[in-house]
């Protein structure tokens, strides 16, 4: 882990935090990525980085949101729910109000909502893949704790463990406080998503929106297997009950949608009309 990063400019030393690093890093990169791609949907990029920019307002707002009423102790006198800081967001918070978006965004910039979602998943993946390596630099969003050989000892655990162990023996060396590093463990998985599935969505010529609806099963899916290992501030109703419901929805919706539209290329692709399938299927 690497908390901070020092660096010297004319004799001056400054120090910056890694997270804000890579918080800043993971913003710039969807900015600068997102508007090329979106040139696929139609969007030029002029209007593709007002496009970027505008999601990426809604999705931090809805990501404080969500946190502010799953955690709302947290922001007490410490912080508010319009702190400019990177902290305090649930990242799902942010999906599903940039979701809501996307449609009225879509047509209020006149371009395709499939091709749209399609062009945005490469750029979401990698901010999020670079927004975890700066909380696993931080020490931050670590998991519970484990004697497992893949438990990493994160500074935050150091010092937190190093009071404990003042007032109950039975603590031991705080050094050996092993946490699951469930931030590696999303990224990688997040990683993975993006090798596998955008490849191979174009290679099988899936229907528009595939590439992005698939990437949203997988990515759920990969959060709600971390979340067991997952050390979260929030109450046993949220953990328990709100993210699994939250998870399998997503999940659910994603993939029936998915199923009509692969349904409805293959329709095409034989000839048929459209409204002949959907008849067929009892689909208003």
Request: hydrophobic content about 50%; proline content about 5%.
């Amino acid at each position: 882990m690497h908390p901070e990063f020092n660096f010297s400019v004319f004799g001056s030393t400054y120090t910056v935090q890694a997270y804000d690093v890579f918080s800043i890093l993971a913003i710039i990169s969807a900015a600068a990525l997102a508007p090329f791609l979106l040139r696929r949907a139609g969007l030029r990029p002029g209007k593709g980085l007002a496009f970027t920019i505008l999601l990426l307002v809604i999705f931090i707002a809805g990501a404080r949101l969500l946190n502010y009423a799953v955690n709302p102790l947290q922001y007490g006198n410490l912080m508010q729910v319009w702190s400019l800081h990177f902290t305090g967001f649930s990242l799902y918070g942010g999906v599903i109000a940039a979701g809501l978006a996307l449609p009225v965004l879509v047509f209020l910039f006149r371009c395709n909502l499939w091709k749209t979602a399609d062009a945005l998943t490469l750029p979401a993946g990698i901010s999020f893949v670079l927004a975890r390596v700066g909380c696993f630099l931080n020490g931050c969003c670590a998991g519970k704790v484990t004697n497992s050989a893949l438990g990493v000892v994160f500074p935050a655990a150091e010092r937190e463990t190093e009071l404990l162990g003042k007032l109950v023996w039975l603590i031991g060396d705080p050094a050996a406080v092993r946490v699951w590093p469930t931030q590696i463990f999303e990224a990688g998985l997040a990683v993975a998503g993006l090798v596998l599935i955008l490849p191979l969505s174009r290679r099988l010529r899936l229907a528009e929106g595939s590439a992005a609806l698939l990437y949203a099963v997988w990515f759920t899916a990969a959060r709600w297997a971390v979340l067991p290992l997952r050390s979260l501030p929030y109450d046993s109703l949220v953990t328990g009950v709100l993210y699994p419901v939250l998870y399998g929805t997503i999940i659910l919706t994603c993939a029936v949608i998915l199923y009509v539209r692969s349904r409805e290329q293959s329709c095409r692709r034989r000839g048929r009309p459209r409204e002949v399938y959907f008849e067929k299927y009892g689909i208003q």
